[in-house]
């Protein structure tokens, strides 16, 4: 069965802190994304992976495909960064599989 | 920066009426796909479309739901006759040739 699973599902930081949430799937995939949803509702598109590491500013992907095991970090936090994060994953079937989401949130 | 627009952002329907969901996506882009969320959960996969007709639907895509893009730029999602459960933020989405997916701002659906 195709699963995609988060960790954790809240937390809170301080301003500042270096930010690990972490996404593992149940089975091979074409690619995997992660997302972000802010408070309104909107959902972005972060960063889409197939393999290795990818960054964008403050932000930082990482994909274990052995490991079936994805990392988004956020270096330097800040309040603004305080959303739902959510990794969706495509098991090649050309549609997403939503994970749970981790709400996020950077205290001043 | 390309976007998907959605209309409209929050509609309230009574039960048993129907709904009609409208997206513009992006115009070079050649999958699109409805999810919907129900509040407090995961987002949940619809419907995707491909070449004018369905390429895939989940089983909660039953026949009270039917999808079309009627003039080559809109891509609407149609609820023949709404029940409480369906209410939920719906999303369309598109996704470009390098499989980046954009998603609208969401249609917030309340059945009363």
């Known amino acids: 069965k195709n699963e995609v699973e988060q960790s954790p599902q809240n937390l809170t930081a301080q301003e500042g802190e270096f930010i690990t949430i972490n996404c593992s799937y149940s089975?091979?995939?074409?690619?995997l994304h992660w997302l972000q949803q802010h408070p309104g509702g909107g959902i972005v598109s972060l960063f889409m992976l197939s393999s290795g590491k990818k960054k964008h500013g403050r932000l930082i992907a990482t994909i274990n495909i052995q490991e079936k095991h994805s990392s988004l970090h956020i270096t330097a936090s800040h309040p603004r960064d305080s959303a739902v994060y959510i990794c969706?994953?495509?098991?090649?079937?050309?549609?997403?599989?939503f994970g749970t989401g981790t709400r996020l949130t950077i205290i001043p | 920066e390309p976007e998907v627009t959605q209309t409209p952002s929050h509609q309230v329907t009574q039960m048993g009426q129907e709904v009609i969901l409208r997206c513009v996506p992006i115009?070079?882009?050649?999958?699109f796909y409805w999810y919907r969320q129900i509040l407090g959960q995961k987002v949940e996969f619809l419907v995707s479309f491909y070449n004018n007709e369905i390429s895939e639907k989940s089983e909660i895509f039953d026949d009270q739901f039917s999808v079309e893009r009627p003039d080559g730029s809109n891509f609407t999602l149609k609820i023949r006759s709404t029940k409480l459960e369906d209410s939920a933020m719906y999303f369309c989405?598109?996704?470009?040739?390098?499989?980046?997916?954009?998603f609208g701002e969401g249609s917030w659906l309340t059945v009363v």
């Open positions: 089975v091979g995939i074409s690619a």
């Open positions: 115009s070079n882009h050649l999958y």
């Open positions: 969706a994953v495509d098991f090649g079937n050309e549609k997403l599989t």
């Open positions: 989405a598109s996704r470009a040739p390098g499989n980046t997916i954009y």
